[in-house]
């Protein structure tokens, strides 16, 4: 491999310490990634509990993850860690295979990341259709929103099923349930958290929202449920590293959750990506960060956390409170540390209605509804994916969400694309009008400016001649009533043949030499002409008979007349 292959794999923060690190920007780095940390604590232990696991494997994942990824990544700002979009696949994995399970697809999924940045897929994940991406955020949010429910109106419900509609009649049952001063605390933490942004930006709302709390619990000595009354204590230090347990039949398990860990780390973490370089201007190494993301989701697992991506409102906040380097992330990580070694008492106070709080708020932010509402203008198709990928998403799967999704994309773009491709006899169009458009008079190679002789039928082919379309080409073609002498195919709107289209050609030359007609190609680009020749359409028809321009194909037809 070149020396070139290997330049875009280099961490950022080498690339940023290469070019000076002065005090000040130690002091911004410190400064950016304690506020980080603030907004990382309270989010991975919510994050945590809402996806079926205890609060300290949170913790371990900002930890680790938010370490791994800061150091090795290729974002400059990129904060790493657990992820909201993260939720609804994690719950789903820990209900049918347990932790243990978790951790291996977690494992999985971060060998297929360092994969997909070795293959230099990083630009590939961005062509993901935005109405598969916006369908199962969108779900995932709806999904987050409805689990908080529980905790937020305090109800009490000890197992709330995980099946969407199931959930939503097991809260109509138990409305009686609600407890007002619970409920309270809820709202109050969500107007904390929506309104504190105009008091001061220093602090932020979800902090300043868990010290009410704590504050509240402390003071009035309310009967609301905490995190040490569900979960005891929280560990104040890191566990040792252990490897799972696993088998071949615990990896087949596991293997479909471990790729849609993968894809969905890898779109969150270029698309948090994506969003640090507009609003910074910087640029980001895609194939460096999937790397890091994989080593990260390696390494999680091992110190029993959860999987780890790049988060966008904990980026945003690391790049508006003055970040400088990857450092930031670095900083962040060890602060959260920190606070697990030296707050764990004050933690376990916090109550279980502010964390569902705050997660409602990031369920809202993550829905973007004004984006759902510019979507709704789009063509129908796109409309139709969205609503198949989000309903998908909520009521039976993130995987069958994504995959059929992409599968209903994949085909309406194949649609498209058949609209798009056309056969026409170029001589009938010819015979319809006298007139010349305005186009074609300062276009020299129209066929309107074309002598075409007696014998020469004339037709074109406009589009990707791939295999939604071969065999629509091949039928009409070959079911021409009187064959003439030569026969001419205009390619020069055709940017791409596939193998079926190719296959199609070979079938339509045979058809036309078989009835003693020659076969001119006119108008074929280089690479399309390329192809053709691997194919051995030359040793078919001839390579003089694949030209390059309508000129060149009408005065090799001449010589056959």
Same mark, same amino acid.
């Given at each position: ?8 794999f ?9 070019k000076?690190?002065?005090?000040k920007?130690?002091?911004?780095? !410190?400064?950016?990634?304690l ?7 309270p989010l991975?232990?919510? &994050? ?16 680790i993850?938010?370490? +791994? ?6 974002? $400059?700002? %990129? ?6 979009a ?7 994995i ?9 951790? !291996? ?5 971060g060998?297929?990341?360092? +994969? #997909?940045?070795?293959?230099?897929l ?8 935005? =109405? ?12 987050? @929103? ?5 905790? &937020?109106?305090?109800?009490?419900i000890?197992?709330? =099923?995980?099946? @969407? ?7 109509f049952e138990?409305i ?11 709202? +109050?933490?969500?107007l ?13 709302? =979800? ?11 402390y ?8 995190? %040490? ?12 590293? %252990? ?23 890898a ?36 110190f029993t ?6 988060t ?40 279980f ?32 994916? @969205?609503?198949t990928?989000f ?11 994504? %995959?059929?999704?992409?599968l209903l994309?994949?085909?309406?773009? #194949?649609?498209? *694309?058949?609209? *798009? ?13 006298e ?23 004339l037709?074109?082919?406009?589009g ?16 021409i ?10 390619? $020069?709107?055709? =940017? ?18 078989? $009835?003693?007609?020659?076969?001119v +190609? ?14 051995g359409?030359?040793q ?10 309508i ?11």
């Amino acid at each position: 491999m070149s020396i070139a292959y290997f330049k875009e794999f280099k961490p950022k923060l080498f690339t940023v310490l290469k070019k000076g690190y002065t005090t000040k920007n130690l002091s911004s780095d !410190l400064i950016s990634g304690l506020i980080v940390a603030i907004v990382a604590l309270p989010l991975s232990m919510a &994050f945590a509990i809402a996806s079926g696991a205890s609060p300290e494997k949170g913790l371990y994942t900002a930890i680790i993850g938010g370490f +791994l990824i800061s150091l090795l990544g290729g974002s $400059r700002y %990129q904060i790493g860690g657990p992820a909201g979009a993260f939720i609804v696949i994690v719950y789903g994995i820990i209900y049918k295979h347990g932790y243990d399970g978790l951790m !291996l697809a977690t494992i999985i999924a971060g060998l297929i990341l360092i +994969l #997909m940045g070795l293959l230099k897929l990083g630009s590939v994940i961005k062509f993901i259709p935005y =109405p598969v991406t916006k369908g199962f955020s969108a779900g995932i949010a709806m999904i987050i @929103f409805i689990t908080q429910l529980n905790d &937020f109106f305090g109800m009490g419900i000890k197992k709330v =099923p995980s099946e @969407f509609f199931e959930k939503i009649m097991t809260y109509f049952e138990h409305i009686s349930d609600i407890n007002l001063t619970t409920t309270l605390i809820g709202v +109050l933490s969500i107007l904390i958290i929506i309104y504190s942004k105009k008091i001061t930006t220093k602090i932020p709302g =979800p902090f300043i929202a868990v010290i009410f709390g704590v504050a509240i619990m402390y003071i009035l000595k309310l009967p609301i449920e905490t995190i %040490q009354d569900r979960f005891g204590s929280i560990p104040n230090s890191l566990p040792h590293p %252990q490897l799972p347990p696993f088998s071949l039949a615990k990896i087949k398990a596991v293997i479909t959750d471990a790729v849609t860990i993968a894809i969905l780390g890898a779109i969150e973490s270029l698309l948090s990506a994506v969003v640090a370089d507009g609003m910074t201007g910087s640029k980001h190494r895609s194939n460096m960060e999937l790397i890091a993301q994989g080593i990260a989701n390696i390494a999680s697992p091992l110190f029993t956390g959860l999987p780890a991506t790049g988060t966008i409102a904990r980026t945003a906040t690391n790049i508006k409170n003055g970040a400088f380097s990857p450092l930031s992330g670095i900083f962040h990580a060890l602060w959260v540390l920190l606070f697990m070694l030296l707050l764990s008492p004050i933690i376990i106070k916090i109550p279980f209605a502010t964390l569902a709080a705050i997660l409602i708020v990031v369920a809202y932010n993550m829905s973007e509804l004004d984006h759902i509402k510019d979507l709704f203008k789009a063509p129908k198709s796109d409309i139709s994916v @969205f609503l198949t990928t989000f309903l998908l998403t909520v009521i039976i799967d993130l995987n069958v969400a994504i %995959q059929v999704g992409m599968l209903l994309a994949v085909l309406l773009f #194949m649609r498209r *694309m058949i609209s *798009m491709t056309e056969i026409k006899d170029l001589k009938i169009e010819l015979d319809k009008s006298e007139e010349k458009d305005e186009e074609d008079i300062f276009d020299p190679d129209a066929t309107y400016n074309k002598i075409i002789p007696n014998g020469v039928d004339l037709y074109e082919l406009s589009g990707p001649f791939f295999f939604g379309v071969a065999d629509k080409v091949k039928n009409t073609l070959t079911s021409i009533e009187n064959t003439p002498k030569v026969f001419i195919l205009r390619m $020069r709107n055709v =940017p791409m043949v596939d193998a079926t289209g190719m296959h199609a050609l070979i079938e339509i030359c045979e058809y036309f030499m078989k $009835r003693k007609t020659k076969v001119v +190609l006119s108008g074929v680009n280089p690479y399309v002409k390329s192809l053709l020749l691997k194919a051995g359409v030359d040793q078919l028809i001839g390579e003089e008979n694949i030209t390059d321009h309508i000129d060149k194909a009408l005065e090799v037809a001449k010589k056959y007349l």
